[in-house]
């Protein structure tokens, strides 16, 4: 049934250990902005799945929208070079804007979008990411809501591809060499 299975070398964070991380962040985020009206964004394509199930456990007046970005094609490594290939549909001036991210890399997307976002003078401008990898960004990023931090490993799963694959797997994994076609 689970056809990519054969491709996954170790699974470094299981299902259920993801859909507890989100309540909690959920939880939180609730707690944090409460009274208040947030407005998510969510980082194309791999932040879908994380914006899907976070979503579901705050319990606040929401709306969503997002944006496209591409930072690395079918590469495993950080070009530096970020594009918006889809920018909002909300205007954030005023607005408690929450960014939703699957993974901070080497964080040169994030603080991109960062800076563009800020831009746009939002009330408040905070970032929530499922995954952050270890001691390798290159640029100090304030993540107030980090659900894990990871070894600097190439992951798939969760929203998270390699060329464009892998995105419905439910838990995060590492590919096994053959898998990158190798
Ligand atoms: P950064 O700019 O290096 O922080 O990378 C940001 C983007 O690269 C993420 O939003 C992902 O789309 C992608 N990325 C970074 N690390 C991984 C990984 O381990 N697996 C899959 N995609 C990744
Ligand atoms: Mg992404």
Do not use: W
């Not at 944006?67 to 205007?91: C, E, F, P, Q, W």
């Not at 890399?105 to 800020?118: E, H, I, P, V």
């Not at 746009?120 to 290159?138: D, S």
């Amino acid at each position: 049934m689970e056809t990519y299975a054969d491709d996954i070398e170790n699974v470094l964070i299981k299902a259920d250990e993801i859909e507890s991380k989100l309540a909690e962040m959920g939880e939180q985020i609730t707690r944090d902005y409460e009274g208040r009206h947030l407005l998510l964004v969510g980082v194309l394509k791999g932040a879908f799945v994380v914006m899907a199930d976070l979503s579901r456990h705050i319990r606040l007046p929401l709306e969503f929208d997002f944006m496209a970005v591409s930072s690395y094609g079918a590469a495993t490594k950080t070009s530096g070079v970020v594009r918006i290939l889809k920018d909002l549909d909300h205007d954030l001036k005023d607005r408690d804007v929450l960014v939703v991210e699957d993974i901070v890399d080497s964080g040169l997307t994030l603080k991109y979008l960062l800076k563009n976002l800020a831009g746009r003078k939002p009330a408040t401008l905070e970032v929530a990411a499922l995954l952050r990898k270890e001691g390798i960004q290159q640029v100090p990023l304030d993540i107030r809501y980090c659900g894990f931090d990871i070894p600097n490993e190439f992951v798939v799963g969760y929203g998270l591809d390699f060329s464009e694959r892998y995105r419905n797997l439910p838990y995060i994994g590492t590919l096994k060499p053959s898998a990158y076609g190798g």
